[in-house]
């Protein structure tokens, strides 16, 4: 089993900056790859960024040039920069991890609010 916390969101006005924390344990050796998502009210949920193992990361073209995904040194954390923050970035955010034997985990999802 893999445990996932997130923090960091809140309400922030466009154009601002906020940093989402995710902090893993449990079987975090198991973990190929760590992500994050987001999911908007009526909207399904999408892949923002990810992070494998040895470190190489992808984005999607949305977020591409205002978020960067990183992890802390102990490993069992990752982090998502968010800059130039835009109301359509409003939506809850969630941690993801995929072990290697297939397994989903996710995190409780921290809500991130743009105002206009």
């Known amino acids: 089993q893999v445990q996932l916390v997130e923090s960091g969101g809140g309400l922030v006005q466009a154009g601002g900056s906020l940093r989402l924390s995710c902090a893993a344990s449990?079987?975090?050796?198991?973990?190929?790859?760590m992500g994050w998502y987001r999911q908007a009210p009526g909207e399904e949920r999408e892949l923002l960024a990810g992070?494998?193992?040895?470190?190489?990361?992808t984005y999607a073209d949305s977020v591409r040039d205002r978020f960067t995904i990183s992890r802390g040194n102990a490993k069992n954390t990752v982090y998502l920069q968010m800059n130039n923050l835009k109301p359509e970035d409003t939506a809850v955010y969630y941690c993801?991890?995929?072990?290697?034997?297939?397994?989903?985990?996710w995190g409780q999802g921290t809500q991130v609010t743009v105002s206009s």
């Open positions: 993801g991890a995929v072990a290697g034997n297939g397994m989903n985990y």
């Open positions: 449990g079987l975090i050796l198991s973990v190929n790859l």
């Open positions: 992070i494998t193992r040895l470190g190489s990361t």
